[in-house]
């Protein structure tokens, strides 16, 4: 497995539609293996392919506590068919937004459609924590941020924030 690079926004390639995966091959089970490395090392909670520059439609999760077991789920073509009218709230951060938390309100339970590392089509209902963040990273696929929930405004402070902090090497 390997570490790889992740695009902080702004950043065109974090606003691509990503594209089907038509095989669960080899390169898509390592893809995913180096997204898990890659994400419990940040540390984070989930990852899309398309914040470490690949625009496909995988997404990898685990929202385990340090302390417990490890329960990664590596979603290829994820997609909520299901979500409740029900919402939450959460204080949301992301790994291409770094430093920056915000409430965004979603579903508080969802049911995804997935293929799993096999190929195997899954079917998983989620709520709370979970169904939060694997919206948030299904979200990445059609290129869209947490920072796209709040105004305009405060995207755009944020988003100038990050773009200086860029350049100036900070980040
Ligand atoms: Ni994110």
């Given at each position: 497995?390997?570490?790889?690079?992740?695009?902080?926004?702004?950043d065109?390639?974090?606003?691509?539609?990503?594209?089907?995966?038509?095989?669960v091959?080899?390169?898509?089970?390592?893809l995913?293996?180096?997204?898990?490395?890659?994400?419990?090392?940040a540390?984070?909670?989930?990852?899309?392919?398309?914040?470490v520059?690949?625009?496909?439609?995988?997404?990898?999760?685990?929202?385990?506590?340090?302390?417990?077991?490890p329960?990664?789920?590596?979603?290829?073509?994820?997609?909520?068919v299901?979500?409740s009218?029900?919402?939450?709230?959460?204080n949301?951060?992301?790994?291409?937004v770094?430093?920056?938390?915000?409430?965004?309100?979603?579903?508080d339970?969802?049911?995804?459609?997935?293929?799993?590392?096999?190929?195997?089509?899954?079917?998983?209902?989620?709520?709370g924590?979970?169904?939060?963040?694997?919206?948030?990273?299904?979200?990445?696929?059609?290129?869209?941020?947490f920072?796209?929930?709040?105004?305009?405004?405060?995207?755009n402070?944020?988003l100038?924030?990050l773009q200086?902090?860029?350049?100036?090497?900070?980040?």
């Amino acid at each position: 497995m390997s570490k790889l690079d992740i695009l902080i926004a702004p950043d065109p390639r974090l606003k691509l539609t990503a594209n089907p995966v038509e095989n669960v091959d080899d390169g898509v089970r390592r893809l995913m293996d180096d997204m898990l490395e890659t994400m419990y090392a940040a540390p984070g909670i989930g990852l899309a392919a398309p914040q470490v520059g690949k625009a496909v439609r995988v997404i990898v999760v685990d929202i385990a506590d340090k302390e417990e077991e490890p329960q990664p789920y590596r979603m290829v073509n994820p997609k909520i068919v299901q979500a409740s009218d029900e919402l939450r709230v959460t204080n949301e951060g992301c790994l291409s937004v770094p430093d920056f938390y915000a409430d965004v309100e979603r579903a508080d339970t969802i049911t995804v459609e997935y293929q799993d590392e096999t190929g195997a089509r899954q079917v998983l209902k989620a709520d709370g924590m979970l169904a939060t963040c694997i919206a948030h990273e299904i979200e990445h696929l059609d290129g869209v941020l947490f920072v796209d929930h709040l105004s305009l405004v405060k995207r755009n402070i944020i988003l100038r924030k990050l773009q200086k902090a860029k350049r100036a090497g900070t980040i």
